[in-house]
């Protein structure tokens, strides 16, 4: 179960499943990622995340900023988890190019501050292809240059998850009261075929067809 997979990366109470589904809904809606790519990458980058003190909210935002970028599912999972591993014990050329940039290797650590803090720093620095490439790797450089040029986005949805109620609920209903009116829709178009016919085979027809899918 999603829901319950994402609880446990995060050390969240059972109480607290419907604000997550709330979040992976609200993520999905305001980026180009759907919930079960959120789901993989919750996989790769939520046990981390959640071992450093990185929140749901803001983990599920900045998924949703690589999947703006079409980094998603466990691609923006895998590079997610890799920028945290590279901050939080960053390699020799690392702290070199961070230094470079005038920039605190400890102040970068996720364990001590928040993804949207440490890409605030990138941001205000001279960060580009070159310190990305030290710093995170080839593999993870594209998905921290997206999270630097994104970092707004990323705290702006991080905000908006962190006050949902009840999101999950209301997307069920809208969705529910879509599908009511197709079908009520479907039946009116259905009787006013009948009523031009007549009384003739087609009606019993297409009555039948009507009734049988409502079973």
């Known amino acids: 179960d999603i829901a319950s997979n994402v609880m446990s990366q995060f050390a969240l109470r059972a109480g607290d499943l419907e604000h997550i589904t709330d979040v992976l809904v609200n993520t999905s809606n305001s980026a180009n990622t759907n919930v079960q790519q959120l789901a993989e990458a919750m996989k790769m980058a939520g046990p981390v995340a959640g071992a450093v003190g990185i929140t749901l909210e803001e983990t ?10 079409g980094l998603q599912a466990s691609l923006a999972g895998t590079n997610l988890r890799g920028i945290m591993s590279a901050l939080l014990k960053p390699t020799g050329e690392a702290r070199d190019a961070i230094a470079d940039l005038g920039l605190n290797a400890q102040e970068l650590n996720p364990a001590f501050s928040s993804l949207t803090e440490i890409f605030d720093q990138f941001s205000a ?3 580009g292809a070159e310190e990305a490439t030290a710093i995170f790797g080839r593999r993870n ?36 009261d879509t599908l009511l009116g197709a079908w009520q829709e479907l039946n009116s178009a259905v ?25």
């Open 60 to 69: 599920a935002a900045a998924l949703g900023s690589l999947g703006d970028a």
């Open 125 to 127: 620095s001279t960060f």
């Open 141 to 176: 450089m594209a998905a921290a240059l997206v999270l630097t040029r994104l970092n707004e986005k990323t705290k702006t949805l991080t905000e908006t998850n962190k006050g949902l109620t009840g999101t999950a609920e209301e997307q069920a209903r809208v969705m529910n």
């Open 191 to 215: 009787d006013e075929v009948i009523l031009g016919v007549g009384d003739t085979g087609l009606n019993k027809f297409l009555r039948d067809i009507v009734d049988g899918m409502t079973e």
